[in-house]
């Protein structure tokens, strides 16, 4: 079976301050990694995502994530806050036995001024 | 442009009358998928579909059918809807299957409302 665990509903942040939003997985395999952010009234775009190689996996828009499997997590990074990116974040697994992709339960990240 | 259509984007209807919501990708992908979102619980897989003629349950279809008569194609069947199914339904496809890795792409949503 696999899981995702998003720490944190709801993170804000100051315009240009650093982006932590945390993500542990559970996977007896291993696993493929992604990462998804829906702005308002959107579906979801792929912001980053891990499958094999480089643990340190770079995404659109300044966002990274690091693949730490001694820790199980994916956690997003990104240096410096702007106020696009004000959105919801989906971490989400999927592993070689399943079929289908898990998502976490989201994390909504604010942008203060 | 490539892109997954679904429609309607809104829908408001009563319980008990049968509903389909359309779900169209014009990339050529072999799996597809039907998600809920709901507030709290992030997305939960409704029913996928590997290619033609192949569907299978996810985590939440209780309530749902689907069917998958042609590859760009995948509806969604609500044949007796119920209040409990009022959620935002994203309609998804890859390539290829999940497990291997694929990024998935997502239609922009329909919001259902079953009073």
């Known amino acids: 079976a696999q899981s995702v665990t998003q720490l944190g509903s709801h993170v804000s942040v100051s315009e240009g301050a650093l982006v932590l939003l945390r993500c542990n997985y559970s996977?007896?395999?291993?696993?493929?990694l992604f990462w998804y952010v829906q702005y308002p009234n959107q579906g979801l775009q792929l912001l980053l995502k891990y499958t094999t190689g480089a643990t340190l996996v770079k995404g659109i828009n300044g966002f990274e994530a690091e693949f730490k499997k001694s820790e199980t997590s994916f956690h997003l990074t990104k240096p410096s806050a702007h106020m696009s990116d004000a959105a919801e974040y989906f971490c989400a697994v999927s592993s070689g036995s399943a079929r289908q992709l898990t998502f976490g339960s989201g994390t909504q990240l604010t942008v203060l001024p | 442009e490539a892109q997954v259509t679904q429609n309607p984007r809104y829908l408001i209807t009563v319980t008990g009358k049968k509903l389909t919501v359309t779900c169209s990708q014009n990339m050529n992908h072999e799996y597809m998928s039907w998600y809920r979102q709901d507030p709290g619980l992030g997305l939960r897989q409704i029913y996928y579909?590997?290619?033609?003629?192949?569907?299978d349950k996810g985590d939440v279809p209780e309530g749902y059918k689907v069917s998958r008569k042609e590859k760009r194609n995948f509806p969604l069947i609500l044949e007796s809807p119920s209040p409990n199914q009022t959620s935002l339904y994203f309609c998804?496809?890859?390539?290829?299957?999940?497990?291997?890795?694929?990024?998935?792409?997502f239609g922009p949503g329909t919001r259902l409302t079953v009073l």
């Open positions: 998804a496809s890859s390539p290829d299957r999940v497990s291997y890795g694929d990024t998935q792409y």
């Open positions: 579909s590997m290619n033609v003629e192949v569907t």
């Open positions: 996977s007896s395999v291993p696993p493929y």
